[in-house]
């Protein structure tokens, strides 16, 4: 009896534990539908896209195993939910009893596929074979839709049927408003179907399929390997494109760099596609010059945009610094001190920044303080760092694209590589200890400042789940590409995604063939060889100086200021701000109008600051020359006024003792 009792409570401890893993099983943050006993039904009857669906339970360790495989093959083919969509329905929730029964299904997982606009009576077909793995399962995706009539066929999918010679060859030549990318391969080869699928929430470009045992067709292109990808211009001419490895990721990855090609943004379904295009469109009304750039280098006018934004507009919103805001703020800037690369006015200015933080001792600082010295009032020799937003590599189509998240991200990427490169760096700055120091002091920074606040907290999510198992300085480098690759993964086709800069795996086959490979027909990543591409890509000599500001040439100031002589020009001040350009944004002139003198502070030029127009400004706290030399001649005084006062007490002690000592007879 008592051996009863204790099987007993061991079942009632697993059974919470079992429905907490299903519960962490599927989410909504992973590319896929999950269905309930309510919502079954309407998803998969009369739909305009076929559907695969996984019934699973909770509480079976195979399904629980399985999971992770489900999850990769839903995001390997999530660009194919117009035409195919992957579910799940868990039949261990005491809610989906009924239908699972309804749907009979007895063992799990059990999968089922759904033919497009298929009756409310369909109950599905049940897949029995025994390869379930991702290569397979996306091959029998393929024929599920090809098994479609053309009175069933979904709405979205294109024809995967191959087109013959016949139908091809009389499009040579011609001129059309896309690309046409004919594939050549064997009769046994899924490639060419899954890139047409692949490319289906895209525009600009269509892919059609030909077979290899088309001989005309070959006669007529001079393909001899397969697969082979020809690609028809919008202008007539024609190409027979090089691939370097003959993968479908390489394909796919291919068409979606072709100018022109843009992912179709995610809008409701009664918009059309030329409403999709049109949404795509570069804003031809803004007065950003392009600039022309090359991918594969990082250019620091990115990187000094980056600061320029962080130090005079992100950071400008917090009139104090105090606390641990404070100590974050000063990580950062030595951070960027000790590892921004190839020195220069940036390299000193964030010197000067962080030697002067660090030899305060206050606990709190005013940020206008910080604003004078990034501003260099001071007039420092070689202290610079451009007041203009210059994206060259981070620029986005039109406004509100890309930009500053593009160029942050570039300039941790950048201290990652740096941190590993120079491994003293950050000695004696308490952050030497720390494998993953870059890291720390980004989180710290985006959690504590980042002005995107649901941003900051996914980002603070996912170091919260994996940073901690950074261990070295590779590891951090790695970490970095890694998330950097989720995010974008996660904001592809949304409102946020450049239709000119698609967010896709990075980086591109175009870049780095090496990184990429595929094992069982799934693409996966030779992390040896990304971490050989970062340290060359975000290397100091891959930086690019192009676009970036040259620092101006301050005037000197007068060796013997007379209290008459009059201020600087404010259109000096201005020009030392990097103020009237017209790409200037509206960020900018918000933080120079915070640099304006406010009632009860003196300026430059100011009123009860005409004495001081030359002078020399103190720790960017507004002391000038004149206001130092007070100091100094208000403190000779006072030692002098001590000095007399100890002697004339001294003098006045010894009288007192020599009365009071004399002997009475």
């Excluded at 799940?88 to 596929?113: G, H, M, R, W």
């Excluded at 392009?290 to 962080?310: G, I, N, P």
């Excluded at 490979?517 to 970062?534: P, R, T």
């Excluded at 933080?591 to 100011?606: I, K, S, T, W, Y």
């Amino acid at each position: 009896m008592l051996q009863f009792w204790f099987e007993a409570a061991v079942v009632l401890w697993l059974i919470p534990a079992s429905v907490c893993a299903a519960a962490r099983l599927y989410t909504e943050d992973d590319p896929l539908v999950i269905l309930s006993s309510s919502s079954l039904k309407p998803a998969v009857s009369n739909s305009s896209s076929a559907w695969l669906v996984q019934f699973y339970s909770s509480w079976c360790g195979h399904c629980i195993q399985y999971s992770s495989t489900w999850r990769a093959l839903a995001q390997d083919v999530k660009d194919w939910q117009q035409a195919l969509s992957v579910a799940v329905l868990d039949c261990a929730q005491e809610e989906n009893f009924d239908v699972c029964k309804e749907y009979s299904i007895k063992f799990y997982p059990t999968f089922k596929y759904f033919r497009a606009h298929s009756p409310e009576t369909d109950r599905g077909t049940t897949y029995r074979g025994a390869d379930r793995e991702i290569q397979s399962v996306r091959q029998l995706m393929v024929n599920i839709l090809q098994n479609h009539t053309k009175l069933d066929w979904p709405d979205h999918c294109p024809p995967l049927e191959p087109y013959s010679s016949v139908q091809l060859l009389p499009l040579l030549g011609q001129r059309s408003d896309h690309y046409t990318a004919i594939i050549i391969e064997g009769p046994e080869s899924y490639v060419g179907r899954e890139v047409i699928l692949d490319l289906l929430q895209y525009s600009g470009v269509q892919v059609k399929r030909a077979l290899s045992s088309d001989l005309p067709l070959l006669d007529a292109l001079k393909i001899t390997a397969f697969p082979s990808i020809y690609l028809l211009h919008p202008n007539g001419t024609h190409t027979h494109l090089h691939i370097q490895k003959r993968l479908r990721f390489f394909f796919s990855s291919l068409l979606r760099t072709l100018p022109g090609v843009q992912r179709r943004l995610k809008l409701s379904s009664s918009s059309s596609s030329s409403d999709s295009q049109l949404v795509a469109l570069p804003d031809k009304h803004s007065t950003e010059p392009w600039r022309d750039f090359d991918r594969s280098k990082v250019y620091t006018a990115d990187l000094e945009s980056a600061l320029h934004y962080l130090l005079r507009v992100e950071l400008a919103t917090h009139n104090t610094l105090e606390g641990e805001e404070l100590k974050i703020f000063k990580d950062f800037v030595t951070l960027v001190a000790k590892l921004y690369p190839g020195g220069g006015s940036v390299v000193k200015l964030m010197e000067t920044l962080s030697d002067w933080l660090l030899s305060l001792p206050l606990q709190r600082i005013p940020y206008q303080a910080v604003l004078d010295l990034v501003d260099n009032k001071m007039r420092i020799s070689g202290v610079f760092l451009g007041a203009e937003l210059r994206w060259v590599g981070c620029q986005g189509s039109r406004a509100g694209l890309r930009g500053y998240p593009c160029s942050l991200w570039t300039l941790f990427h950048v201290l990652t590589i740096q941190h590993e490169a120079t491994p003293t760096a950050l000695d004696n700055t308490a952050l030497e200890d720390d494998a993953a120091a870059v890291l720390q002091v980004m989180r710290r920074y985006i959690r504590t400042f980042f002005g995107c606040e649901q941003c900051g907290r996914h980002f603070e999510e996912a170091a919260a789940a994996s940073m901690e198992t950074v261990q070295s300085r590779e590891q951090q480098i790695l970490w970095l590409w890694n998330q950097h690759n989720m995010v974008n993964n996660r904001l592809a086709g949304s409102l946020s995604d450049d239709p000119l800069f698609p967010k896709s795996p990075w980086p591109s086959p175009s870049l780095c063939s090496s990184c990429h490979e595929e094992k069982n027909g799934v693409h996966v990543w030779n992390q040896d060889n990304v971490l050989l591409f970062l340290r060359q890509h975000y290397g100091a000599s891959n930086l690019s100086p192009k676009y970036s500001l040259t620092p101006p040439r301050l005037p000197a100031p007068p060796a013997d200021p007379e209290p008459t002589q009059s201020s600087r020009p404010q259109e000096e001040v201005k020009k030392q701000r990097g103020e009237g350009g017209e790409e200037m944004k509206e960020p900018k002139r918000r933080v120079e109008e915070q640099l304006e003198p406010r009632p009860g502070h003196q300026d430059l030029g100011g009123a009860g600051g005409g004495a001081a127009g030359g002078g020399v400004w103190i720790l960017g706290l507004g002391f000038n020359s004149v206001d130092m030399s007070l100091c100094v001649v208000l403190y000779v005084c006072s030692c002098l006024f001590l000095m007399l006062l100890f002697f004339f007490f001294k003098v006045r002690s010894r009288r007192w003792k020599l009365r009071h000592l004399r002997f009475h007879v």
